[in-house]
């Protein structure tokens, strides 16, 4: 995708089969039009904070959401979260994290952090495209964000 276009949507998945799984979702109901892919957590950061191979981008035309893995190789979600959340230029994009850990701690924190939504990823594929859809249109088509 082109660095210069403002992208609706930043996945951030490590796992190839997941990310796969999130597009075809994303692709069936139209949405994958507007999507960028980074797989570890200084990706991410990168790609948010406009630094390294994403400084051409501009941070004033931020995702409009961020689907993020808590897993993630060189950076956690969870790090990645609060760097988002921590920071005046980006605390205020939608941060969906869409994970497999159902675990407690992980939940707390993640809403803690200030994460939007916390979405165990479903194991069965209808499920899990029926739950992106909905996450799809929801931030993208009813939520409103500022400015």
Known sequence: MSETKNEHILLVEDNPNDEELTLRALHKHNLTNSIHVVRDGAQALEYIFC????ADRNIAKPPKVILLDLKLPKVSGLEVLE???????????????????D????????????????IVKPIDFEQFTESVRQIGLYWLLLNQPIG
Do not use: F
Request: no cysteine.
């Open 103 to 118: 675990q407690h701690p992980d939940i707390q924190k993640s809403y803690n952090l200030g994460a939007n939504s916390y």
């Open 83 to 101: 760097q988002i959340k921590t920071d005046i230029r980006t605390q205020s994009i939608p941060v969906v994290v869409l994970t497999s850990s």
């Open 51 to 54: 630094k390294g191979e994403y």
